[in-house]
């Protein structure tokens, strides 16, 4: 990898010149799914026993797991687009023909992994007493903040390097989850920094779009997908040999059984 984040940001805007349209209709398409089904758990489970918050929560959790079945489906969709392939709308489905349970098994393991670095929020919120003093009170935030911080922290050493695991398995109709996850940590091996660089990048335009109540985030969501497509490319090689296909990436540097496919 030789390039920037500003060289992933200017392909990624050249892959979505003319494609706006169809980039935003599909991030919608991906995210009514997850809307509906935090709807559909709030009107299947409307009490507030513990029973119910617990069966409303699991059902969120399954529906998340189908969406992430189309969020493969939409950087199949991106991939097309950057490589200046037939896309379409229909590409989202692209995954529920092609094995979707190994979606479902690397995004499993995903949401595992982001409860474990949530655990130590909700012992702290929920098994330390805040005291009854103003000045205890202050200092149980304090710990409560620096616990946060911590959280966020555990969460990024663990998520980020799966963080091109999808691409890999939209890539890749023969790769199984948990191989995705495991390609995903040798490629990103020496990148997280650049990784993360690119995606706080975006951080001023995110603030920009909260402040016009998240319309602009119609366009910076698919144009920070284009942008990590770009970023995904460019581990793979592709930018510097243009003519050779992603197919010999992976029989120099994964086994026969996960040979690439576009």
Known sequence: MKRNRKYWKTSAKAALRGNWIIAIAGMLAYMAVNFLGNVL????????????????????????????????????????????????????????????????????????????????????VYLTDPGSTIEAQMNWMQMIMGIMILSVVLNVLITVPLALSFYLLADNPEMGGVESLKQSMRLMKGHIWQYLMLQLSFAPLLIVSLLFMGIPLLWVLPYMEASETAFYRDILGEFDEPEKKEESFYKNTASDDYNAEA
Do not use: C, K, W
């Open 41 to 124: 758990s709030l009107e299947l489970f409307p009490g507030n026993s513990m029973l119910e918050i617990a069966a409303g929560q699991i059902f969120v959790f399954v529906v998340s797991l189908i969406a992430m079945v189309f969020g493969t489906g939409y950087s199949y969709m991106m991939l097309n687009m950057s490589r200046g392939r037939e896309f379409s709308l229909g590409n989202l489905l692209y995954m529920f023909h092609n094995q979707p349970d190994r979606v479902l098994i690397a995004a499993f393991v995903m949401a595992l992994l982001n409860t474990v670095s949530q655990l130590p929020i909700y012992f702290a």
